[in-house]
Structures are given as C-alpha cells and as structure tokens.
C-alpha cells in the first residue's frame, strides 16, 4: 500500500502497490478474548478506511421487512493520517471514487445511507499465515512472486520479482464464512496474484494482523448532531 487511497476490494489498479502498514511488534501470545476491546488508537493520526452503507428498510420504515446493509463504498488507507482532514477526505473519495460503485450522486440517496469510519490499530506480525483470529482481527499479506526466479534458474533474463499485498479489515472474512485457507486464496487473488496459491506460497507470505475501532452514523444521526445552519449548507451544497 501507499498513502495514495486505496479501495477495501483493492481493484486491479492498486494490486500492484506494495503492502506497508505500520510497524508492527511480532506476534508473541495467542489472540486476546474476543470480548476484548481493541486497542484505543490514536485521536490525532491513525490508518482509517471509511465506508458507505446502504441502511435497512426498517430503520424509516419498520413496517419493512429486514434487510442487511449493503456495501455502497470503501476507500482508505493503511498509512497514517491525520484525522482532520482525512476523514472529510475518505468520506468523499469513499462515496465517489470506489470504482465497483458509480458516485453517489443525490442527496435522496445520501439520506438513505450510513456512513462508518474504521480507525486500526494494534498492529502484530504473525507468527505464521494462520496466526489470527477471524472474530477479531484484519489481516494484510504481503509476498513476492515465488516463481521470478525460475526465469535465473533456467537460464533466461533476469525479471524484478512482483510484489502483491492486500488486507480484508476485521469482521470481513468472518461475514464470508471462510477458512484460513480460503481466505489466505482470497487475498491473494484480490492482490493479483495468478498463480496457484499452495502451502508453499501460504509459507512465504508475511501477515500483519490488526484491529479496528468502529463508529457508524446514519444520515438520521448525523442530522441530529449538527446545527440547523450547517444542514442548510449541506442541502444547498447538495
């Protein structure tokens, strides 16, 4: 990863930006109780991706059936950022640059979404590629093509080995149902990588697990929280 904005599905744009989260202690005791909670992050400067909702039926119409919240757009970043700043940053570039989604456009929808901020923190190496909890941690990966040396080995031109990184923030491969080993395959086609993903390639991969402090608002809440002038603004802005 760079400091540029990256999307959560890391598309084929970014999959060749080399991995870098912040450093991170290796791993020395088994995961904490999933009924821990995360380590507080930093208030001024933090690693965040921020993400758009669509919101149930049922929170303004609770004669609605049940629906889950739906991905609407997930942009941010693993390099630290200040706060001020980067959340008004991610906020937009979240709602208007995630390239599987086309911009959110009118301030009906706006209305109809939630917006939820990540802050990670509690960054550990892994011992190895299953050192993480999926109830509690995100995992990033990172490794190198380990075929880009064949090409020295038999004889033909030297080639610069490929780096592939990726990360699914904390909670995804839970929603996913995944194993270890399907979601190890996971990152590593959302990186690029087209190879066959065997134990070998599992063993070379390094793995950074964190976690995340979440904050989610509807359109609602956000309403309620803010002056009557600055909501005029924003529907005039809108």
Same mark, same amino acid.
């Given at each position: 990863?760079?400091?540029?904005?990256?999307?959560?599905?890391?598309? *084929?744009? !970014?999959? =060749? #930006? %080399?991995? $870098? @989260? /912040?450093?991170?202690?290796?791993?020395?005791?088994?995961?904490? +109780? &999933?009924?821990?909670?995360?380590?507080?992050?930093?208030?001024?400067?933090?690693?965040?991706?921020?993400?758009?909702?669509?919101?149930?039926?049922? *929170?303004? !119409?609770? =004669? #609605? %059936?049940? $629906? @889950? /919240?739906?991905?609407?757009?997930?942009?941010?970043?693993?390099? +630290? &950022?200040?706060?001020?700043?980067?959340?008004?940053?991610?906020?937009?570039?979240?709602?208007?640059?995630?390239?599987?989604?086309?911009?959110?456009?009118?301030?009906?929808?706006?209305?109809?979404?939630?917006?939820?901020?990540?802050?990670?923190?509690?960054?550990?190496?892994?011992?190895?590629?299953?050192?993480?909890?999926?109830?509690?941690?995100?995992?990033?990966?990172?490794?190198?093509?380990?075929?880009?040396?064949?090409?020295?080995?038999?004889?033909?031109?030297?080639?610069?080995?490929?780096?592939?990184?990726?990360?699914?923030?904390?909670?995804?491969?839970?929603?996913?149902?995944?194993?270890?080993?399907?979601?190890?395959?996971?990152?590593?086609?959302?990186?690029?990588?087209?190879?066959?993903?065997?134990?070998?390639?599992?063993?070379?991969?390094?793995?950074?697990?964190?976690?995340?402090?979440?904050?989610?608002?509807?359109?609602?809440?956000?309403?309620?929280?803010?002056?009557?002038?600055?909501?005029?603004?924003?529907?005039?802005?809108?």
């Amino acid at each position: 990863f760079t400091s540029s904005p990256l999307s959560s599905s890391f598309a *084929a744009s !970014d999959a =060749s #930006s %080399s991995v $870098s @989260p /912040p450093s991170a202690p290796r791993s020395s005791s088994p995961s904490p +109780p &999933r009924d821990t909670p995360p380590p507080r992050p930093n208030p001024r400067t933090s690693p965040l991706f921020v993400t758009w909702e669509t919101t149930s039926p049922s *929170a303004r !119409d609770f =004669s #609605s %059936s049940y $629906s @889950p /919240p739906r991905l609407r757009g997930c942009i941010g970043t693993l390099t +630290p &950022r200040r706060l001020r700043g980067a959340l008004d940053e991610y906020a937009l570039l979240a709602g208007v640059r995630d390239a599987r989604f086309p911009p959110v456009a009118s301030l009906p929808e706006l209305r109809a979404l939630a917006c939820k901020v990540s802050l990670l923190a509690g960054y550990e190496r892994a011992a190895d590629w299953r050192d993480w909890d999926a109830d509690v941690h995100g995992v990033t990966i990172e490794f190198e093509d380990p075929g880009a040396d064949d090409g020295i080995r038999g004889g033909g031109a030297h080639r610069q080995p490929r780096s592939f990184g990726a990360t699914y923030l904390p909670g995804v491969i839970r929603e996913q149902g995944w194993s270890k080993e399907e979601a190890m395959e996971s990152l590593a086609r959302k990186a690029g990588f087209e190879g066959a993903v065997t134990e070998d390639v599992r063993r070379a991969m390094r793995v950074t697990r964190y976690r995340s402090s979440v904050a989610r608002a509807t359109y609602a809440e956000y309403e309620a929280r803010i002056s009557p002038s600055d909501a005029a603004n924003d529907a005039t802005s809108a």
